[in-house]
């Protein structure tokens, strides 16, 4: 049977339920962790008010302006995964690499957007991680399980503060992702970067399709 959440109460529900999965991926990734662990460190406290501002900014949307925002948000994270390789090859021809100060201000902004809208989160994370970090997609997403797992926790508060969370559903995507979120990250690591990339930008660009179908047409 369909739960016919809406979409802000499906969305809320859906970040309460990935925390753990976070926690699990991060676990998982532990062993690529050091070569980025101090960017981590850095980039606790914008990825912490980032997340509560995007929360907010849930929390102040209608269900409608926040459908059909949807697809847009997951489409500019998709594409700037798929043309990672030519941005950070345009900035970095103008820069060594981004100052630590862009990075904190992409991470709110992106921190901001996971609050909002956990769904391509992490493509958006792993598209600004590759401007002002080096390493591989699978050393990136080291990073990224681990400050994943402070936006969902920290919005998640917000939510089931506000009443905005199902507590049945996100019981079970909960054990979905505590299982999912180790086994993907161990499995990930046996696959090409670079083609692993890829795969991640054409599902994402698949899901902006898919959502603006449901919000345009459907």
């Not at 699990?24 to 008010?49: E, W």
């Not at 409608?64 to 594409?79: C, E, G, Q, Y």
């Not at 090409?192 to 449901?214: D, S, T, V």
Request: aromatic share 12%.
């Amino acid at each position: 049977m369909a739960l016919r959440l809406g979409e802000k109460v499906a969305n809320a529900t859906n970040s309460v339920a990935l925390w753990p999965g976070s926690l699990t991926g991060g676990l998982g990734f532990k062993n690529l962790l050091g070569k980025t662990k101090h960017h981590l460190k850095l980039l606790i406290l914008p990825t912490l008010l980032g997340s509560l501002t995007g929360a907010w900014l849930l929390l102040s949307t209608s269900n409608k302006v926040f459908r059909d925002v949807i697809p847009v948000l997951i489409l500019v994270a998709s594409l700037l995964l798929l043309f990672q390789p030519k941005v950070k090859a345009f900035v970095l021809s103008r820069h060594e690499k981004l100052p630590a100060p862009y990075g904190w201000g992409l991470q709110f902004l992106v921190s901001a957007y996971g609050g909002y809208f956990g769904a391509g989160m992490g493509i958006m994370m792993l598209a600004a991680f590759a401007l002002y970090m080096e390493g591989t997609i699978h050393e990136l997403n080291a990073v990224k399980n681990w400050l994943g797992l402070i936006i969902n926790f920290s919005c998640s508060a917000v939510f089931i503060s506000q009443g905005l969370v199902d507590l049945q559903p996100a019981i079970w995507l909960t054990v979905g992702s505590l299982i999912g979120g180790f086994v993907a990250a161990r499995v990930s690591q046996r696959f090409n970067p670079e083609k692993m990339r890829l795969a991640i930008a054409i599902y994402g660009i698949g899901m902006a399709l898919y959502f603006a179908y449901r919000a345009f047409v459907a």
